[in-house]
């Protein structure tokens, strides 16, 4: 065993010594790029901006976009994977998620990633999101430097194309469970190359490396990155087939076949449950034809070459032109940036280039582009594709596509690396390509790129700036690939976009704030085993961050029963996937009927510290969810003349005034405040809103400042004398902007064919009091950034329909039932196939009893233990143990088959 090791070690050290440079670099760079927000210099947490509690709150040196621009990394990444480690850390494997709506699979949803050990690990920690990110981008590299070696490329070409994926931007745009199987990819690669090295030397296995990335990258949480990596792996396998005599095909194909098998195997745990919890969940937008005929839009194109095209990232698009765009940033599926993709074409251009599969990857990224244009035959093509039609691939697609081109690039410096010149002819051959590639993406989007310059130069000359140092390092590129000189300031250059690209971002996170903890510490102490629901902090998933109940979720896929019950009894119009019960409409439904809620075991309402719930709002009849918004823009001018009773709208020559009348019947005769939900736009609207009200020959001006407006929250206009609205008549509003900066009204489905906003109004009786007062609700804490209010009726979270029976609830798990007589326990978490339960040590059945569940006690004392398993896990580990073994035993075999040979 001693020289075993001592051999090993013989072979590996001149490997490390010969490679320790890129190594090393590989190593330093994404954390060299993360450093200002792993430093915390720059607050880059989601979940300090989103929670709704940050106090204290300086924004960055920089504006725009943080480091990530999908927020789901904070409202689910970082909570859920919180849950995970916590089970983990206590020995329990998580099945169960007790914390987000009445309680949900949590392994079966796939996106907690529960079997992705150890990585998953470091989200116990508030900047988890940050490490794995920072890991998984070291991964990228290394795995991709071997893959690169591997193929016979020169270390400085090798250290690039690893690079480049490292830095791969899917780490800003999607940086949650999506990035998870990124590593995976080139590992893949890496395993079907060994696999037919050993097939060509006669060797066994060869194939072990197959089952490792194809068994973490399902594991990662992700299917549609993890599956759209591996049609990449199909695609590269049949290059690799055609390289190998024919004689040799069965022996490599069963090579792969087996390591795929067993990597299957080894996922049992994780894909049996996956398989069997979506025909009982409602899966959204992946259950019809939302993403079977989709592209993307014309204006999006451009950015995959250009990503600052239109300035920073996410800066908000004109109103006038928002139309036009049709799209939004986090659409962009990835991006390469000029001169990787010229260095790409060269790769291309160059004559007596070695066998390589460039064609073959030129291909696949003209195929994948005809697909984001919207090409038919190719959507044909794509969704003949099992799971492909109902996927959102133009999105997650991204990745793998940039990996295509960094695999070019890498030629390419290859080629460079080689001292062989690029011809003139040549050279302008791959000029020409280049140009022709960007008139492609721009000239679909010029017409919006000038409306856009018309509207937002200030941020459009960011865009710019990028533009021409892109192109600057794009023209020396083609000075060295004419005349070979200065090979590492090339290599230092094409590295400096991206890893700027990711840096620059980060300017924008907090330079100071923290979380307000003393509601939660309140709901911690008081909520127990009962439920909270938020209309705004402390939403989503962030309450079981701090193993709070909430009946607030972000999910997907969100079990059926408990989507159906939120329409029936909750609010029936309201995005599925994501519940946080502050859609317009919501709080009205919710003050009248808090029975539903207390029958939920609902026990505390957070809502914004403003917010005063115990004055019941009169609500406009038909106000429905919000479904799109008006643009408010800063003018000047504007008039209302009171001596005629009314605003003379019509005569208004400001395009900014947002004018309309509705006809309303309120509870009570007058109004003492109005309320309108506004976009700021994350925080960055300013200015003074005007609002004129009139009604029966009376009019009212009233101001609220947009900048002490909370982003997509209602914003509250006092009105200093009570308007009066008879029952019936007609409200003319005027909403004018007169300097600052855009603000949005987010509006309400109209019944009278014009554009109503997202009004709320309250009723005054002369003292500007309520006229109605909610019984049953109290308030119990309010601070800064909180008020918190408590039902009186909350239904306990067990309990028993015989009143002669009392339960004793001690944890979600366990209770003690004393009876008079045999009976039924209701236990408030959500009925799901899997749970089961014992009655003083022996089995008992756990019905479904509506939403919820229910067993029977017997007569006397008993101890009641629930436990949640899906069904058929048993046979899943069996089957994972099953793989396990056998990868090890083959592995085994070979080694001593090595032995004995070598």
Request: charged fraction near 10%; proline fraction near 7%.
């Amino acid at each position: 065993m001693g020289d075993s090791r001592m051999a090993f070690l013989t072979r590996i050290r001149p490997c490390l010594h010969r490679h320790r440079w890129p190594l090393a670099i590989l190593l330093l760079l994404p954390v060299l790029a993360n450093a200002l927000a792993v430093s915390g210099i720059f607050n880059n947490d989601p979940t300090l901006q989103f929670i709704g509690l940050g106090t204290q709150l300086r924004g960055g040196l920089f504006g725009g976009q943080m480091d990530w621009l999908d927020p789901t990394v904070g409202y689910i990444t970082q909570p859920i994977g919180h849950l995970v480690a916590g089970d983990w850390a206590h020995g329990i494997i998580p099945w169960w998620n007790p914390y987000s709506g009445a309680g949900m699979p949590l392994a079966a949803e796939m996106q907690s990633a529960v079997f992705f050990l150890p990585f998953v690990l470091l989200l116990h920690w508030n900047c988890g999101w940050l490490l794995l990110r920072v890991l998984l981008q070291i991964l990228c590299g290394l795995f991709a430097y071997a893959f690169f070696t591997e193929i016979k490329l020169r270390r400085e070409a090798s250290l690039l194309g690893a690079a480049l994926y490292g830095l791969s931007p899917i780490f800003f745009l999607s940086p949650h469970a999506a990035i998870n199987p990124l590593p995976f990819l080139p590992l893949l690669l890496l395993g079907i190359e060994y696999a037919a090295r050993a097939t060509r030397e006669g060797k066994k296995l060869g194939w072990s490396l197959v089952t490792i990335a194809l068994a973490y990258s399902i594991v990662g949480g992700f299917p549609e990155t993890a599956y759209l990596n591996g049609l990449l792996a199909a695609v590269w396998t049949l290059w690799v087939v055609s390289t190998l005599p024919p004689k040799l095909w069965l022996q490599f194909a069963g090579k792969l076949i087996l390591g795929i098998v067993i990597a299957l195997g080894i996922c049992a745990p994780l894909l049996i449950p996956f398989f069997e919890y979506l025909p009982l969940a409602n899966i959204g937008p992946h259950s019809g034809l939302l993403f079977t005929h989709n592209r993307l839009e014309a204006t999006i194109m451009p950015l995959q070459i250009f990503p600052f095209l239109y300035g920073p990232l996410n800066t908000p698009v004109p109103p006038s032109i928002a139309a036009a765009f049709g799209g939004a940033f986090v659409r962009v599926p990835s991006w390469v940036g000029l001169p990787v993709l010229a260095l790409a074409v060269a790769a291309l251009w160059r004559r007596g280039a070695r066998p390589q599969p460039r064609y073959v990857l030129l291909f696949w990224i003209i195929f994948w582009e005809a697909r984001y244009a919207g090409f038919a035959p190719v959507i044909w093509l794509v969704n003949l594709i099992p799971g492909l039609a109902t996927s959102d691939i133009i999105r997650f697609s991204g990745p793998m596509l940039a990996f295509c081109v960094f695999i070019l690039a890498a030629f390419g410096l290859d080629d460079y690396l080689e001292q062989k010149a690029l011809g003139w002819r040549r050279l302008c051959g791959m000029a020409a390509t280049v140009l022709l590639v960007i008139f492609a993406a721009v000239a679909p989007a010029f017409s919006f790129l000038v409306s856009w310059w018309k509207q937002n130069s200030p941020d459009m000359l960011v865009g710019f700036v990028t533009l021409q140092l892109a192109c600057l390092i794009t023209l020396f590129l083609a000075w060295e690939l004419q005349r070979p000189r200065h090979k590492s300031a090339l290599l230092a250059l094409l590295l400096a976009g991206p890893f700027c690209g990711l840096a620059y971002t980060q300017f924008a996170g907090f330079r100071g704030g923290q979380i307000d903890q003393a509601p939660i510490q309140f709901l911690r102490l008081h909520t127990g085993t009962d439920r909270m629901l938020s209309l705004g902090p402390l939403d989503f998933n962030f309450p079981l961050r701090y193993g709070i109940a909430s009946i607030n979720y972000a999910a997907m896929p969100t079990p059926i029963d408990w989507t159906n019950y939120i329409t029936a009894n909750l609010f029936s119009d309201v995005d599925l996937s994501i519940y946080n019960g502050a859609a317009p409409g919501a709080q009205t439904f919710l003050l009248q009927h808090l029975a539903n809620y207390e029958a939920l075991g609902v026990h505390y309402i957070v809502t914004p510290a403003g917010d005063d719930l115990t004055a019941a709002p009169f609500p406009l009849a038909h106000l429905q969810s919000r479904n799109m918004t008006h643009a408010l823009l800063p003018n000047i001018g504007g008039f209302v003349d009171k001596t005629k009773g009314y605003v003379n709208f019509a005569s208004l020559p400001n395009a900014g005034d947002f004018t309309g009348s509705i006809s309303v019947s309120l509870t009570s005769p007058s109004i003492s405040a109005v309320s309108v939900i506004v976009g700021t736009y994350l925080g960055a609207a300013r200015g003074t809103i005007t609002l004129d009200l009139c009604a029966a020959g009376q009019c009212e001006t009233t101001t609220a400042d947009a900048g002490q407006a909370q982003d997509n929250k209602p914003l509250t206009f006092h009105l200093s004398v009570p308007l009066n609205v008879p029952a019936g008549s007609d409200l003319s509003f005027r909403f004018n902007h007169p300097d600052g900066t855009l603000v949005a009204i987010w509006l309400a489905p109209s019944f009278y064919g014009t554009e109503v906003p997202s009004f709320s109004f309250t009723g005054a009786d002369g003292k500007n009091d309520p006229g109605v007062v909610l019984s049953g609700l109290s308030l119990a804490f309010r601070d800064e950034t909180t008020a918190i209010y408590q039902l009186a009726n909350t239904s306990p979270y067990a309990s028993s329909t015989d009143t002669d029976c009392k339960i004793d609830i001690i944890n979600r798990l366990q209770m003690h039932s004393s009876c008079m007589a045999q009976a039924s326990m209701i236990r408030r978490e959500m009925y799901f196939p899997g749970w089961s339960a014992t009655v003083n040590g022996t089995a008992v059945q756990v019905s479904p009893a509506g939403l919820f569940q229910s067993v029977s006690v017997p007569k006397g004392e008993a101890d009641i233990i629930f436990s949640y398993a899906p069904p058929h896990i048993r046979l899943a580990f069996l089957l994972a143990t099953l793989a396990l073994a056998l990868w090890l035993a083959l592995s085994l075999s070979a080694c001593s088959f090595r032995k004995r040979t070598g």
